[in-house]
């Protein structure tokens, strides 16, 4: 009986038209347990022919590259493949590509000087449903967002949120993945999967970034005491 996609290997292809930065890359994931680099690729429109041609759950696609560029290989990618997640890996720390790699799909922005055991934590996120900002990146959106709206009053007590679900919420405000709230909280990641869930019904929002989104506008980012 074959895998069930959550049994087997996050397959990765690794996107970027500089062969030493793509060899990198790949190098320091393929000790990762759990994770496989399929392919490499050096421009957005071999990404996008493997992706059609494969099986790929997660592409690590540069910005910059020849032929086709990440923003439009990541809407391509998308397109083609809904249940491939691209986790955009770059050099430039610009609103104008972080703008345009979210409005093309793209479920997390990280900066190349990301360290390793990070960039492998925000595959499994992405590969999980959720989403992964670098620090920088992630401030500004939050003030874009939040910028002149006051919180509101009582708004723990709005939400009704369980204080379970609350400590949940105050480790989502710090960008902890399933896997790192599990490991602190004690409990299964299937079980934070389900308070996430609760906490994005109770928000009413779609994704972990808007639920760091409303938890600002809320007032609720700083915990709960």
Same mark, same amino acid.
């Given at each position: 009986?074959?895998?069930?996609?959550?049994?087997?290997?996050?397959?990765?292809? %690794?996107?970027?038209?500089?062969?030493?930065?793509?060899?990198?890359?790949?190098?320091?994931?393929?000790?990762?347990?759990?994770? #496989?680099?399929?392919?490499?690729?050096?421009?957005?429109?071999?990404?996008?022919?493997?992706?059609?041609? !494969?099986?790929?759950?997660?592409?690590?696609?540069?910005?910059? /590259?020849?032929?086709?560029? &990440?923003?439009?290989?990541?809407?391509?990618?998308?397109?083609? *493949?809904?249940?491939?997640?691209?986790?955009?890996?770059?050099?430039?720390?610009?609103?104008?590509?972080?703008?345009?790699?979210?409005?093309?799909?793209? *479920? &997390?922005?990280?900066?190349?000087?990301?360290?390793?055991?990070?960039?492998?934590?925000?595959?499994?996120?992405?590969? #999980?449903?959720?989403?992964?900002?670098?620090?920088?990146?992630?401030? !500004?959106?939050?003030?874009?967002?939040?910028?002149?709206?006051?919180?509101?009053?009582?708004?723990?007590?709005?939400?009704?949120?369980?204080? !379970?679900?609350?400590?949940?919420?105050?480790?989502?405000?710090?960008?902890?993945?399933?896997?790192?709230?599990?490991?602190?909280?004690?409990?299964?990641?299937?079980?934070?999967?389900?308070?996430?869930?609760?906490? /994005?019904?109770? /928000?009413? %929002?779609?994704?972990?970034?808007?639920?760091?989104?409303?938890?600002?506008?809320?007032?609720? *980012?700083?915990?709960?005491?």
């Amino acid at each position: 009986m074959p895998p069930s996609a959550t049994d087997r290997e996050i397959r990765i292809i %690794v996107v970027d038209d500089d062969p030493i930065v793509r060899d990198a890359i790949a190098s320091a994931l393929r000790d990762a347990p759990g994770i #496989e680099v399929v392919a490499m690729a050096e421009n957005g429109a071999d990404a996008v022919s493997i992706v059609h041609e !494969r099986t790929v759950d997660v592409v690590l696609m540069d910005v910059q /590259m020849p032929v086709l560029d &990440g923003v439009t290989a990541t809407r391509r990618v998308r397109e083609i *493949s809904p249940a491939t997640s691209v986790l955009i890996l770059t050099t430039f720390d610009d609103d104008t590509f972080l703008d345009g790699a979210l409005a093309a799909g793209a *479920s &997390g922005f990280l900066l190349k000087t990301t360290p390793p055991a990070e960039l492998i934590t925000a595959i499994r996120t992405i590969h #999980e449903g959720g989403k992964v900002l670098s620090p920088g990146p992630t401030s !500004r959106i939050l003030d874009r967002y939040i910028s002149g709206q006051p919180p509101k009053t009582n708004a723990a007590e709005e939400l009704d949120l369980s204080e !379970r679900e609350k400590e949940v919420l105050e480790l989502l405000c710090q960008a902890r993945s399933n896997y790192q709230i599990a490991r602190r909280l004690n409990v299964a990641e299937t079980t934070v999967k389900t308070h996430v869930s609760a906490i /994005m019904r109770k /928000m009413k %929002v779609a994704s972990r970034l808007e639920i760091v989104v409303e938890a600002h506008r809320r007032g609720l *980012s700083n915990g709960f005491s």
